[in-house]
């Protein structure tokens, strides 16, 4: 099976820096994905890792270690539309094929 | 511009009905899903088609039913509605079973009284 662990709240001030950790257990790992899911609405493509190490995107990066089963995303220079929940998604080849296997999300509230 | 749109956004029925949730995407992609986002905000996979075939069928109860007339529609049935099933079903589509990014529509908030 798989398990996919994230903490469910964390808390962070304008122009600061957010670690969000991921850990997961898979049997056919296939990538790693981060999502952006603000309230109420669908979650937005943030960040994809395959392959171990650092992915930039701007504000955003991600970094993956396979052996270690753990992935973090970073938030650089928090605004507060950074609040929103983060969502830690896997690929597992043994189960769910393409589809995504989900954590349970981190609710992220970025203060003033 | 829509890319994945679902229809309709808001579903509030009664139990024991029969109602139906449409998704279309634009984007010429091959692959569609359903996932369904309970009240605990955890998502989870449904369905997958691939070019109008199924892919994955995970633990879902036999009351929802997929069906894909082409590859840019994947609507989804559901008989006999439970209180259970009260959730916020999102659609997805990507570009093929390879392929990584994955396009969520922006949901159906499904009320079962």
């Known amino acids: 099976g798989q398990n996919i662990d994230q903490p469910t709240e964390m808390t962070a001030t304008e122009g600061a820096i957010v670690q969000i950790n991921c850990t997961y257990q898979t049997s056919g790992f296939n990538g790693l994905f981060w999502y952006q899911q603000h309230a109420g609405e669908a979650p937005t493509f943030l960040s994809y890792?395959?392959?171990?190490g650092l992915e930039e995107k701007g504000r955003f990066s991600s970094f993956l270690s396979r052996s270690k089963g753990y992935s973090y995303l970073l938030l650089k220079e928090l605004q507060m539309k950074d609040s929103a929940s983060y969502l830690c998604?896997?690929?597992?080849?043994?189960?769910?094929?393409?589809?995504?296997?989900f954590g349970k999300g981190t609710t992220l509230s970025v203060s003033s | 511009d829509t890319a994945v749109s679902q229809t309709p956004k808001y579903l509030v029925t009664q139990m024991g009905n029969d109602k139906s949730i449409k998704c279309e995407q634009n984007l010429g992609h091959d692959t569609m899903y359903w996932y369904k986002q309970d009240s605990k905000k955890f998502l989870k996979i449904m369905f997958s088609?691939?070019?109008?075939?199924?892919?994955i069928n995970e633990t879902v109860p036999n009351r929802f039913s997929p069906k894909s007339p082409d590859k840019a529609h994947l609507n989804l049935h559901i008989n006999s509605l439970e209180l259970g099933d009260s959730a916020v079903y999102f659609c997805?589509?990507?570009?093929?079973?390879?392929?990584?990014?994955?396009?969520f529509g922006p949901g159906t908030r499904l009320t079962v009284t």
């Open positions: 998604a896997v690929r597992d080849r043994a189960q769910a094929g393409t589809a995504l296997i």
């Open positions: 997805a589509s990507s570009q093929g079973l390879t392929h990584y990014e994955q396009y």
């Open positions: 890792n395959v392959l171990d």
């Open positions: 088609y691939n070019n109008k075939e199924l892919i």
